[in-house]
Antibody
Framework: EVYLVESGGGLVQPGGSLRLSCAAS????????MAWVRQAPGKGLVWVSH????????SYADSVKGRFTISRDNAKNTLYMQMNSLRAEDTAVYYC????????????WGQGTLVTVSS | QPLLTQSSSSSASLGSSVRLTCTLS???????IAWHQQQPGKAPRYLMR???????NKGTRIPDRFSGSSSGADRYLTISNLQSEDEADYYC?????????FGTGTKVTVL
């Protein structure tokens, strides 16, 4: 069975940094594109970034471009998101997600980790 | 980049059926989409992939009550024999090589 388990969320001050991790199991991690999707309190789902299966390329939403960096370690079956220069509007639950094909829909979701940016 | 339009809410009685609509933007009417369910306080769950032809493929352990269909730029999710646990937000999603795009979601209330 597919499992995606996020960690690393928490409270951070504006301008601060945080690194999220997503541990994957139950499938061949190195064969799949992976994504981060966020959801601000009471709002809808918003794609943040995705990365190719081999880590050779990635894409970002305009709202995080230049501040967030997605990466992966296929030997550790782990996806990362380095978040710098955090703003109040980055406050959200961040979900790790598997992309079914290249490219395709998201077909598995993690349980999410909450990031709160506040002074 | 494709855009997806969903109505904000829908309601139906326990045991009845409800059909949700997701409309693709002009020039993107042939795109494949996916439907996701998000129950209150939970992570989203993948329901199905839905092609322009109306063919759909459901995710793991999705009940038979959930089905999909298509007409032009519209993609539908039908929930039959509505149950209390179907009260949730439903999001459609599409994609290209550079991005995933979500609709704004439809809140389904079971009366």
């Amino acid at each position: 069975e597919v499992y995606l388990v996020e960690s690393g969320g928490g409270l951070v001050q504006p301008g601060g940094s945080l690194r999220l991790s997503c541990a994957a199991s139950g499938f061949t991690f190195s064969s799949y594109w992976m994504a981060w999707v966020r959801q601000a309190p009471g709002k809808g789902l918003v794609w943040v970034s995705h990365i190719y299966s081999d880590g050779s390329d990635s894409s970002y939403a305009d709202s995080v471009k230049g501040r967030f960096t997605i990466s992966r370690d296929n030997a550790k079956n782990t996806l990362y998101m380095q978040m710098n220069s955090l703003r109040a509007e980055d406050t959200a639950v961040y979900y790790c997600a598997r992309i079914a094909d290249t490219p395709a829909e998201i077909d598995f979701w993690g349980q999410g980790t909450l990031v709160t940016v506040s002074s | 980049q494709p855009l997806l339009t969903q109505s904000s809410s829908s309601s139906a009685s326990l045991g009845s059926s409800v059909r949700l609509t997701c409309t693709l933007s002009s020039g993107h009417s042939a795109y494949t989409i996916a439907w996701h369910q998000q129950q209150p306080g939970k992570a989203p769950r993948y329901l199905m992939r839905l092609e322009v032809s109306g063919d759909f493929n459901k995710g793991t352990r999705i009940p038979d009550r959930f089905s999909g269909s298509s007409s032009g730029a519209d993609r539908y999710l039908t929930i039959s024999n509505l149950q209390s646990e179907d009260e949730a937000d439903y999001y459609c999603e599409t994609w290209d090589s550079d991005t995933q795009v979500f609709g704004t979601g439809t809140k389904v209330t079971v009366l």
